[in-house]
């Protein structure tokens, strides 16, 4: 008999992720800070809780997926949250972008009521959330990683135990200052291509299979050329895990010169109301300062 | 019958250059400032000249690969340059990374002397060139680079007519300017990764093949854990083609912090001593200033 899941937070990824748990069989009971959010899998067949606590009184393991760090301590450790409800034996397993520092109080918090833990952050975007191709980085002990992997394999696709607690929330970061540093990579090339008046389409097929390629120059950089700024990912939350990035690497000691510019351009380009659109817009930030527009002779 | 060629610096890339082009059947002349050079390819079957002017003058295309803009320019309107024995109606191709500017100048001197001008500056470094696989991209006129196809194709893969004269080399500046923007987020990456304490392999197995992926993180990550700095291209090369991307973005008016920041980077590393090691150890600019040693502890 499958274990009973918990899921917290039916954000844009939370909501793909709890339809592909409940496709697969299990028992789902969700709860959502807006509740109306809750009616698609209900209508699916998950029952819907009136809290955390609830959630995790009727769950073995209990899934959130919220926005930070403070969001996840509410839902998990705060009033109505999973430890007012939770039996010993249970697994919770965080999948929001958060603190590794904050992940590791938490695992501990819970370890003291008998209740095992993962942080299990994500990569992939709403896309990789809906098609279950997920990169999955987890935090925690083998044995809890063993229990949790047939509810990760129906989310996700690259599934990588990558050390105690804490140290999935590392690797996301590890990630976006990966992302963030590519994507400012290729909007300086961009910026350099467009100014030089060379044709933007020939030269990302000139250089994108070689030693310059990357993903973000395969899939943003043709987005850039089209002036599409939907979001894969959003400004807001690049910025919110940058801030996440400078804050523990600043515990470690690690000097990311790269990585706090670049959480100062999104922080301009969130003040200039460009929040909700997609990172790539990084590139709006050297724009803005010399008036050269990729694209916009095309 | 096919056309006579001619080549002009036998470096690192050049010598595996034109071995491909004797070995698919041209009748090859070499010379280079180093003549010793050259005898590995007369016992291959090639002719060595006296000078550039001596290569020009018994050949239909002739092709540079030096180091550095005024390479170029000694070589093809120097003192017994190309241009002193170059006929009407021969192709000079440069296959150096030079100054866009200085190629259009170069293509314009020629064109009077009714001389042909392509630059077709090349990506792949020196295992690139051994094993033909080179990306070439080329500025010019069509008709050119439809003449100096053959040629093209036993030396590279990825063949590109970007534009016209100066184009080849625009586009392999952007793709400079990608390379070592991707190469100082992996370095970032890889430092905080060390300073907090996670699994190295283990983070780059969990990061490399999503959104965070690159060539580089995949083909240069695994040679920092390793901490084998042997060049692919060295420090001293990278930091002569910044100096070309800075003085080019000058002349656009293309505001490029990042690479800038990375040009001074690489210029300390020279002053330490390390220009001769590949452009990967860029890394050490932030270890030496943080202490912090990737890999260390493996």
């Known amino acids: 008999m499958p274990e009973r899941i918990g899921f917290i937070g039916l954000g844009i990824m939370g909501r793909s992720m709890a339809a592909h748990i409940l496709r697969a069989g299990f028992p789902l009971t969700v709860w959502n800070r807006t509740s109306s959010r809750m009616e698609e899998l209900v209508a699916q067949g998950a029952n819907a809780a009136t809290s955390p606590a609830d959630v995790a009184a009727q769950s073995d393991i209990i899934i959130t997926c919220v926005s930070d760090t403070p969001d996840v301590r509410a839902v998990t450790l705060g009033e109505a949250g999973i430890i007012h409800g939770v039996h010993a034996g249970a697994l919770v397993i965080d999948m929001s972008t958060a603190s590794p520092q904050a992940e590791r109080e938490i695992a501990a918090t819970l370890a003291a009521h008998g209740v095992a833990h993962l942080d299990a952050p994500i990569s992939g975007g709403s896309e990789g959330a809906a098609k279950a191709t997920l990169s999955i980085m987890i935090g925690g002990a083998a044995a809890d990683v063993e229990r949790a992997m047939p509810v ?108 706090a510019a670049i959480f100062q351009m999104y922080r301009a380009l969130q003040a200039a109301g460009l929040g909700s659109e997609g990172n790539h817009a990084l590139i709006k930030a050297i724009e803005r300062m010399c008036g050269i527009e990729v694209g916009s002779n095309a």
Chains 1, 2 share one sequence.
């Open 152 to 259: 990760f394999q129906v989310m996700g696709k690259t599934i990588t135990h990558v050390g105690d607690h804490g140290a999935g929330q590392t690797v996301k970061l590890v990630n976006q200052i990966l992302v963030v540093g590519t994507m400012r990579a290729v909007s300086e090339a961009l910026i350099f291509a467009q100014a030089s008046g060379v044709d933007l389409e020939k030269t990302l097929a000139a250089v994108s299979s070689g030693a310059a390629g990357s993903w973000t120059l395969s899939n943003r950089g043709p987005q850039v050329l089209r002036r599409d700024w939907r979001p894969g990912f959003t400004i807001d939350l690049q910025q919110k895990d940058l801030r996440l990035v400078l804050e523990a690497a600043d515990q470690v000691g690690a000097p990311l010169e790269n990585t």
